[in-house]
Protein backbone atom coordinates (compact mmCIF):
# COMPACT_ATOMS: atom_id res chain seq x y z
CA UNK A 1 0.00 0.00 0.00
CA UNK A 2 0.89 3.62 -0.19
CA UNK A 3 2.53 4.93 2.53
CA UNK A 4 0.15 7.79 3.83
CA UNK A 5 1.29 11.29 5.99
CA UNK A 6 0.15 11.36 9.43
CA UNK A 7 -3.33 11.51 10.45
CA UNK A 8 -4.45 15.68 10.00
CA UNK A 9 -1.60 16.30 7.62
CA UNK A 10 -2.45 19.48 5.58
CA UNK A 11 -4.08 19.23 2.42
CA UNK A 12 -2.77 21.34 -0.53
CA UNK A 13 -4.23 24.89 -0.20
CA UNK A 14 -5.97 26.53 -3.11
CA UNK A 15 -3.38 27.41 -5.72
CA UNK A 16 -0.96 24.99 -5.59
CA UNK A 17 -0.87 21.62 -7.42
CA UNK A 18 0.46 17.78 -6.14
CA UNK A 19 1.64 15.62 -8.44
CA UNK A 20 0.23 12.37 -8.50
CA UNK A 21 2.38 9.07 -8.06
CA UNK A 22 3.84 9.07 -11.31
CA UNK A 23 4.43 11.98 -12.38
CA UNK A 24 7.15 14.19 -11.88
CA UNK A 25 7.17 17.26 -9.53
CA UNK A 26 8.72 19.49 -12.23
CA UNK A 27 5.52 19.03 -14.53
CA UNK A 28 2.36 20.18 -14.47
CA UNK A 29 -0.44 17.99 -12.91
CA UNK A 30 -3.45 19.63 -13.14
CA UNK A 31 -4.93 22.69 -13.32
CA UNK A 32 -3.73 25.01 -11.13
CA UNK A 33 -6.92 26.22 -8.43
CA UNK A 34 -7.52 30.00 -7.96
CA UNK A 35 -7.13 31.22 -4.46
CA UNK A 36 -10.27 32.88 -4.68
CA UNK A 37 -13.06 30.04 -4.69
CA UNK A 38 -15.10 32.23 -6.02
CA UNK A 39 -13.33 33.27 -8.96
CA UNK A 40 -14.58 32.09 -12.20
CA UNK A 41 -13.10 28.59 -13.77
CA UNK A 42 -13.59 27.07 -17.13
CA UNK A 43 -13.61 23.55 -18.17
CA UNK A 44 -10.27 22.26 -19.30
CA UNK A 45 -11.98 19.66 -21.71
CA UNK A 46 -8.73 17.39 -22.98
CA UNK A 47 -6.58 18.63 -20.39
CA UNK A 48 -7.49 17.91 -16.92
CA UNK A 49 -11.10 17.64 -16.59
CA UNK A 50 -13.50 14.65 -15.61
CA UNK A 51 -14.17 13.70 -19.31
CA UNK A 52 -10.14 12.80 -19.05
CA UNK A 53 -10.62 10.39 -16.04
CA UNK A 54 -11.65 7.23 -17.71
CA UNK A 55 -9.81 7.09 -21.07
CA UNK A 56 -6.68 7.72 -18.73
CA UNK A 57 -7.97 4.28 -16.85
CA UNK A 58 -8.34 2.50 -19.96
CA UNK A 59 -4.92 3.59 -21.51
CA UNK A 60 -3.60 2.23 -18.28
CA UNK A 61 -5.64 -0.65 -18.78
CA UNK A 62 -4.25 -1.41 -22.49
CA UNK A 63 -7.19 -0.58 -24.36
CA UNK A 64 -6.70 -0.44 -27.73
CA UNK A 65 -7.37 3.40 -28.91
CA UNK A 66 -7.66 4.89 -25.67
CA UNK A 67 -5.40 7.96 -24.52
CA UNK A 68 -3.88 8.71 -20.76
CA UNK A 69 -4.88 12.37 -21.18
CA UNK A 70 -3.85 12.58 -17.11
CA UNK A 71 -0.40 10.85 -17.31
CA UNK A 72 -1.43 8.51 -15.11
CA UNK A 73 0.31 4.99 -17.53
CA UNK A 74 4.53 6.01 -15.50
CA UNK A 75 2.84 5.56 -11.82
CA UNK A 76 0.49 2.99 -12.84
CA UNK A 77 2.97 0.44 -14.62
CA UNK A 78 1.74 -2.80 -14.14
CA UNK A 79 -1.99 -2.04 -12.86
CA UNK A 80 -4.04 -4.36 -14.08
CA UNK A 81 -7.43 -3.25 -12.15
CA UNK A 82 -8.60 -0.44 -11.62
CA UNK A 83 -11.33 1.15 -9.48
CA UNK A 84 -13.22 4.46 -9.88
CA UNK A 85 -14.61 6.00 -6.71
CA UNK A 86 -17.39 9.12 -7.33
CA UNK A 87 -17.88 10.89 -4.22
CA UNK A 88 -20.43 12.97 -4.99
CA UNK A 89 -19.88 17.02 -3.38
CA UNK A 90 -16.45 16.10 -2.65
CA UNK A 91 -14.97 19.28 -3.84
CA UNK A 92 -11.57 20.54 -3.90
CA UNK A 93 -12.63 23.12 -2.15
CA UNK A 94 -14.30 21.02 0.13
CA UNK A 95 -11.07 19.17 1.10
CA UNK A 96 -9.76 22.01 3.88
CA UNK A 97 -12.97 21.65 6.08
CA UNK A 98 -12.72 18.05 5.61
CA UNK A 99 -9.41 17.72 7.19
CA UNK A 100 -10.42 17.29 10.31
CA UNK A 101 -12.66 14.80 10.51
CA UNK A 102 -11.06 12.77 6.91
CA UNK A 103 -7.55 11.92 8.43
CA UNK A 104 -7.29 9.67 5.24
CA UNK A 105 -8.74 11.73 2.42
CA UNK A 106 -6.26 14.42 4.32
CA UNK A 107 -3.33 12.43 3.49
CA UNK A 108 -4.46 11.07 0.32
CA UNK A 109 -4.99 14.72 -1.03
CA UNK A 110 -1.65 16.19 0.28
CA UNK A 111 0.34 13.26 -1.17
CA UNK A 112 -0.98 11.90 -4.04
CA UNK A 113 -4.07 14.23 -5.05
CA UNK A 114 -4.39 16.70 -7.83
CA UNK A 115 -7.35 19.29 -9.31
CA UNK A 116 -9.48 18.54 -12.08
CA UNK A 117 -12.86 20.67 -13.68
CA UNK A 118 -16.06 19.35 -13.54
CA UNK A 119 -18.01 20.00 -17.15
CA UNK A 120 -20.28 22.70 -17.14
CA UNK A 121 -23.08 22.78 -15.58
CA UNK A 122 -21.41 21.26 -12.40
CA UNK A 123 -24.09 19.34 -11.57
CA UNK A 124 -24.65 15.74 -10.70
CA UNK A 125 -26.59 14.37 -13.91
CA UNK A 126 -24.37 15.94 -16.06
CA UNK A 127 -20.59 15.21 -14.68
CA UNK A 128 -21.90 11.51 -14.52
CA UNK A 129 -22.38 11.43 -17.72
CA UNK A 130 -19.32 13.49 -19.10
CA UNK A 131 -17.31 10.53 -16.56
CA UNK A 132 -18.76 7.37 -17.63
CA UNK A 133 -18.75 8.67 -21.75
CA UNK A 134 -15.38 10.20 -21.19
CA UNK A 135 -16.69 13.32 -23.15
CA UNK A 136 -17.85 16.73 -22.87
CA UNK A 137 -21.56 17.36 -22.20
CA UNK A 138 -22.05 19.29 -25.57
CA UNK A 139 -21.26 15.86 -27.02
CA UNK A 140 -23.27 13.94 -24.83
CA UNK A 141 -26.20 15.87 -24.53
CA UNK A 142 -27.02 15.58 -20.91
CA UNK A 143 -26.63 19.41 -20.65
CA UNK A 144 -27.77 20.41 -16.82
CA UNK A 145 -29.92 18.89 -14.07
CA UNK A 146 -32.96 19.37 -15.94
CA UNK A 147 -33.37 20.44 -19.52
CA UNK A 148 -36.41 21.42 -22.01
CA UNK A 149 -36.95 18.67 -24.45
CA UNK A 150 -36.59 20.38 -27.72
CA UNK A 151 -40.07 20.83 -29.45
CA UNK A 152 -42.16 20.28 -26.40
CA UNK A 153 -42.79 22.84 -23.15
CA UNK A 154 -41.94 19.51 -20.87
CA UNK A 155 -38.57 19.85 -18.85
CA UNK A 156 -36.89 16.68 -18.21
CA UNK A 157 -35.08 15.96 -14.61
CA UNK A 158 -32.31 13.76 -15.43
CA UNK A 159 -32.58 12.42 -11.50
CA UNK A 160 -36.09 11.62 -12.21
CA UNK A 161 -35.62 10.05 -15.67
CA UNK A 162 -37.68 6.97 -15.84
CA UNK A 163 -36.70 6.03 -19.79
CA UNK A 164 -38.53 8.54 -21.78
CA UNK A 165 -36.65 9.78 -23.87
CA UNK A 166 -34.96 6.85 -24.37
CA UNK A 167 -31.41 7.02 -23.19
CA UNK A 168 -30.06 5.10 -25.71
CA UNK A 169 -30.94 8.17 -27.89
CA UNK A 170 -30.94 11.11 -25.61
CA UNK A 171 -26.98 10.44 -24.95
CA UNK A 172 -25.61 8.78 -27.89
CA UNK A 173 -22.26 8.48 -26.89
CA UNK A 174 -20.31 5.00 -26.57
CA UNK A 175 -19.55 4.76 -22.74
CA UNK A 176 -16.04 4.08 -21.24
CA UNK A 177 -17.39 1.06 -19.70
CA UNK A 178 -18.50 -0.35 -23.24
CA UNK A 179 -15.48 0.36 -24.48
CA UNK A 180 -13.65 -1.30 -21.93
CA UNK A 181 -15.81 -4.42 -22.24
CA UNK A 182 -15.87 -4.79 -25.90
CA UNK A 183 -12.08 -4.60 -25.57
CA UNK A 184 -12.17 -7.79 -23.17
CA UNK A 185 -12.01 -5.47 -19.59
CA UNK A 186 -14.27 -6.94 -16.68
CA UNK A 187 -16.87 -3.99 -16.18
CA UNK A 188 -18.22 -3.60 -13.28
CA UNK A 189 -20.64 -0.22 -11.68
CA UNK A 190 -21.47 -0.59 -8.30
CA UNK A 191 -24.34 2.43 -6.59
CA UNK A 192 -27.31 2.67 -4.69
CA UNK A 193 -29.98 -0.18 -5.56
CA UNK A 194 -32.79 2.20 -6.12
CA UNK A 195 -30.30 3.83 -9.25
CA UNK A 196 -30.32 0.07 -11.49
CA UNK A 197 -32.24 1.11 -14.68
CA UNK A 198 -32.77 4.52 -14.43
CA UNK A 199 -32.41 6.53 -17.21
CA UNK A 200 -29.51 8.50 -16.13
CA UNK A 201 -27.71 5.07 -15.03
CA UNK A 202 -28.24 3.83 -18.53
CA UNK A 203 -26.98 7.56 -20.00
CA UNK A 204 -23.64 7.51 -17.82
CA UNK A 205 -23.13 3.41 -17.29
CA UNK A 206 -24.43 1.16 -19.86
CA UNK A 207 -21.71 -1.73 -20.46
CA UNK A 208 -21.02 -2.26 -16.76
CA UNK A 209 -22.78 -4.79 -14.54
CA UNK A 210 -24.91 -3.67 -12.69
CA UNK A 211 -24.62 -3.95 -8.20
CA UNK A 212 -26.52 -2.83 -6.16
CA UNK A 213 -25.16 -1.50 -2.56
CA UNK A 214 -26.99 0.77 -0.22
CA UNK A 215 -24.15 2.18 2.13
CA UNK A 216 -20.48 2.64 2.76
CA UNK A 217 -19.83 -0.61 3.77
CA UNK A 218 -22.03 -2.34 0.85
CA UNK A 219 -19.91 -0.23 -1.61
CA UNK A 220 -16.83 -1.25 0.03
CA UNK A 221 -17.27 -4.65 -0.12
CA UNK A 222 -19.01 -4.61 -3.33
CA UNK A 223 -15.85 -2.69 -4.93
CA UNK A 224 -13.51 -4.68 -3.53
CA UNK A 225 -14.87 -8.01 -4.30
CA UNK A 226 -15.26 -6.93 -7.62
CA UNK A 227 -11.79 -5.84 -8.02
CA UNK A 228 -10.38 -9.29 -7.06
CA UNK A 229 -13.01 -11.14 -8.33
CA UNK A 230 -11.14 -11.95 -11.75
CA UNK A 231 -7.64 -12.55 -12.92
CA UNK A 232 -7.61 -10.46 -16.34
CA UNK A 233 -7.91 -6.85 -16.72
CA UNK A 234 -10.68 -5.07 -14.59
CA UNK A 235 -12.81 -1.87 -14.29
CA UNK A 236 -14.73 -1.31 -11.08
CA UNK A 237 -16.57 2.19 -10.52
CA UNK A 238 -18.49 3.00 -7.27
CA UNK A 239 -20.82 6.19 -6.33
CA UNK A 240 -21.63 7.51 -2.86
CA UNK A 241 -24.01 10.55 -2.90
CA UNK A 242 -24.09 11.04 0.84
CA UNK A 243 -22.05 13.87 1.23
CA UNK A 244 -23.65 16.24 -1.29
CA UNK A 245 -27.27 15.50 -0.12
CA UNK A 246 -26.25 16.43 3.74
CA UNK A 247 -24.64 19.51 2.40
CA UNK A 248 -27.74 20.29 0.40
CA UNK A 249 -29.82 19.97 3.08
CA UNK A 250 -27.83 21.22 6.12
CA UNK A 251 -24.51 23.33 4.49
CA UNK A 252 -21.38 22.74 4.28
CA UNK A 253 -19.42 21.92 7.88
CA UNK A 254 -23.17 21.35 8.98
CA UNK A 255 -22.83 18.78 11.86
CA UNK A 256 -24.59 16.31 9.27
CA UNK A 257 -21.96 16.82 6.64
CA UNK A 258 -18.96 16.54 9.00
CA UNK A 259 -20.75 13.06 9.99
CA UNK A 260 -21.10 12.50 6.02
CA UNK A 261 -16.94 13.03 4.93
CA UNK A 262 -16.04 10.93 8.49
CA UNK A 263 -17.95 8.16 6.60
CA UNK A 264 -15.99 9.21 2.89
CA UNK A 265 -13.22 8.64 5.31
CA UNK A 266 -13.88 5.31 6.15
CA UNK A 267 -15.19 4.27 2.86
CA UNK A 268 -11.28 5.37 1.51
CA UNK A 269 -9.48 3.70 4.02
CA UNK A 270 -11.51 0.57 3.70
CA UNK A 271 -10.94 0.62 -0.13
CA UNK A 272 -7.41 1.75 0.26
CA UNK A 273 -6.54 -1.29 3.05
CA UNK A 274 -8.06 -3.84 0.59
CA UNK A 275 -6.31 -2.72 -2.88
CA UNK A 276 -5.19 -5.82 -4.60
CA UNK A 277 -0.83 -5.58 -5.68
CA UNK A 278 -1.73 -5.28 -8.92
CA UNK A 279 -4.81 -2.85 -8.84
CA UNK A 280 -5.11 1.05 -8.68
CA UNK A 281 -7.80 3.50 -6.90
CA UNK A 282 -8.82 6.89 -8.19
CA UNK A 283 -11.16 9.02 -6.18
CA UNK A 284 -12.99 12.00 -7.81
CA UNK A 285 -15.89 14.03 -7.69
CA UNK A 286 -18.79 15.27 -9.46
CA UNK A 287 -18.73 19.16 -8.38
CA UNK A 288 -18.21 21.10 -5.04
CA UNK A 289 -21.09 22.81 -3.30
CA UNK A 290 -21.52 26.47 -1.97
CA UNK A 291 -23.84 28.02 0.87
CA UNK A 292 -26.42 30.52 -0.92
CA UNK A 293 -27.58 32.75 2.08
CA UNK A 294 -31.20 34.02 2.40
CA UNK A 295 -30.39 37.63 1.13
CA UNK A 296 -28.60 36.59 -2.10
CA UNK A 297 -31.70 34.52 -3.35
CA UNK A 298 -33.80 35.45 -6.03
CA UNK A 299 -37.44 33.97 -7.16
CA UNK A 300 -38.20 34.16 -10.83
CA UNK A 301 -41.57 33.31 -9.72
CA UNK A 302 -42.72 35.71 -7.40
CA UNK A 303 -41.10 38.86 -9.66
CA UNK A 304 -43.23 39.35 -12.79
CA UNK A 305 -40.34 41.12 -14.27
CA UNK A 306 -38.47 37.91 -14.85
CA UNK A 307 -41.22 35.99 -16.05
CA UNK A 308 -41.52 38.31 -18.90
CA UNK A 309 -41.14 36.79 -22.34
CA UNK A 310 -40.08 33.50 -20.95
CA UNK A 311 -42.06 30.46 -21.93
CA UNK A 312 -39.83 27.74 -20.31
CA UNK A 313 -37.28 27.78 -17.12
CA UNK A 314 -35.28 24.95 -16.89
CA UNK A 315 -31.65 24.07 -15.25
CA UNK A 316 -31.73 24.82 -11.53
CA UNK A 317 -30.92 27.48 -9.03
CA UNK A 318 -27.12 28.03 -9.59
CA UNK A 319 -28.14 28.10 -13.71
CA UNK A 320 -31.00 28.99 -15.57
CA UNK A 321 -32.02 28.06 -18.45
CA UNK A 322 -34.69 30.42 -19.97
CA UNK A 323 -36.50 29.01 -23.21
CA UNK A 324 -38.18 32.62 -24.37
CA UNK A 325 -41.00 33.40 -26.63
CA UNK A 326 -40.04 33.96 -30.53
CA UNK A 327 -38.18 38.06 -31.14
CA UNK A 328 -37.72 37.91 -27.38
CA UNK A 329 -34.10 37.01 -26.27
CA UNK A 330 -32.79 40.84 -26.31
CA UNK A 331 -35.29 41.78 -23.84
CA UNK A 332 -34.64 38.69 -21.50
CA UNK A 333 -31.16 39.06 -21.32
CA UNK A 334 -31.82 42.95 -20.87
CA UNK A 335 -34.14 42.87 -18.01
CA UNK A 336 -32.31 39.87 -16.17
CA UNK A 337 -28.85 41.68 -16.70
CA UNK A 338 -31.12 44.98 -15.04
CA UNK A 339 -32.86 42.77 -12.32
CA UNK A 340 -29.83 40.98 -11.36
CA UNK A 341 -27.31 43.23 -11.70
CA UNK A 342 -23.51 41.56 -10.61
CA UNK A 343 -25.22 38.53 -9.06
CA UNK A 344 -25.14 37.29 -12.05
CA UNK A 345 -24.11 36.95 -16.07
CA UNK A 346 -26.88 36.50 -18.75
CA UNK A 347 -25.92 35.57 -21.98
CA UNK A 348 -27.42 33.83 -25.47
CA UNK A 349 -26.80 30.15 -25.88
CA UNK A 350 -24.60 31.22 -28.90
CA UNK A 351 -22.24 32.66 -26.57
CA UNK A 352 -22.19 30.46 -24.14
CA UNK A 353 -21.17 27.78 -26.97
CA UNK A 354 -19.03 29.80 -29.02
CA UNK A 355 -17.30 30.41 -25.50
CA UNK A 356 -16.63 26.45 -25.45
CA UNK A 357 -18.29 25.64 -21.71
CA UNK A 358 -19.93 23.06 -22.88
CA UNK A 359 -17.20 21.90 -25.72
CA UNK A 360 -18.24 21.31 -29.25
CA UNK A 361 -22.28 21.32 -28.76
CA UNK A 362 -24.19 18.60 -31.36
CA UNK A 363 -26.56 19.82 -33.69
CA UNK A 364 -29.28 17.44 -32.55
CA UNK A 365 -28.52 18.68 -28.07
CA UNK A 366 -28.19 22.33 -29.18
CA UNK A 367 -31.95 23.13 -28.12
CA UNK A 368 -31.12 21.60 -25.03
CA UNK A 369 -29.83 24.82 -24.07
CA UNK A 370 -31.85 27.72 -23.01
CA UNK A 371 -31.79 30.20 -25.73
CA UNK A 372 -30.74 32.88 -22.55
CA UNK A 373 -28.51 31.18 -20.05
CA UNK A 374 -27.91 32.88 -16.48
CA UNK A 375 -25.24 31.79 -14.25
CA UNK A 376 -24.91 33.11 -10.95
CA UNK A 377 -22.10 34.85 -9.10
CA UNK A 378 -20.64 34.25 -5.86
CA UNK A 379 -23.35 32.94 -3.93
CA UNK A 380 -26.36 33.83 -5.57
CA UNK A 381 -29.14 31.97 -6.90
CA UNK A 382 -32.43 31.94 -8.71
CA UNK A 383 -34.79 29.66 -7.25
CA UNK A 384 -38.72 28.65 -8.88
CA UNK A 385 -40.65 28.61 -5.59
CA UNK A 386 -44.07 27.57 -7.25
CA UNK A 387 -42.97 26.07 -10.42
CA UNK A 388 -40.31 24.12 -8.71
CA UNK A 389 -40.55 21.37 -5.99
CA UNK A 390 -40.87 23.41 -2.96
CA UNK A 391 -37.87 21.40 -1.60
CA UNK A 392 -35.40 22.94 -3.92
CA UNK A 393 -35.93 26.41 -2.50
CA UNK A 394 -35.40 25.17 0.60
CA UNK A 395 -31.89 23.95 0.37
CA UNK A 396 -28.41 25.62 2.26
CA UNK A 397 -25.95 24.32 -0.29
CA UNK A 398 -26.09 24.40 -3.95
CA UNK A 399 -23.90 24.15 -7.48
CA UNK A 400 -24.08 24.44 -10.74
CA UNK A 401 -22.20 27.08 -11.73
CA UNK A 402 -18.88 28.40 -12.68
CA UNK A 403 -17.16 29.02 -9.53
CA UNK A 404 -13.98 27.35 -8.83
CA UNK A 405 -15.42 26.27 -5.08
CA UNK A 406 -18.57 24.10 -7.65
CA UNK A 407 -16.21 23.14 -10.70
CA UNK A 408 -13.15 22.16 -9.35
CA UNK A 409 -12.67 18.90 -8.30
CA UNK A 410 -10.26 16.29 -6.81
CA UNK A 411 -8.50 13.27 -8.25
CA UNK A 412 -6.76 10.90 -6.03
CA UNK A 413 -4.33 8.13 -7.60
CA UNK A 414 -3.62 5.30 -5.34
CA UNK A 415 -2.10 2.20 -6.43
CA UNK A 416 -2.14 -1.23 -4.15
Known amino acids: MTDLPPAGAPVPPAGTTVPPAGVPADRPAGPVPPA ?56 WYQLPTAARYAPTLTGLAATVGRPLTSGF ?23 GFT ?7 RVLNHIDWNGDPDPLRWQPVRTQWQRARAAGVAVTVVSRPEYAGSGLTLAANRGGDYRGAAGVDALARTMLAALGAGTGPTLVSGYHPDLDRHGHLSGVDSAPWRIAVAEVDGLLARLVDG ?89 DHLRRVGDVVVTCRDTYAVLATRSEPPAASRL ?19 RG
Open 36 to 91: DPLAVVSPRYGGGSLADVLPSALAVLGVPGAVDLLGLAPGLAGVRRVAVLLVDGLG
Open 121 to 143: PSTTPTSLVTLGAGAAPGAHGVL
Open 147 to 153: VRVPGTD
Open 275 to 363: LPSDAALLVTADHGQLDVPAAHRFDLDTDLRLRAGVRVVAGEPRVRYLHVEPGAVDDVVATWSAVLGPAARVRTREEMVAEGWFGPVGE
Open 396 to 414: VAYHGADTAAETTVPLLVV
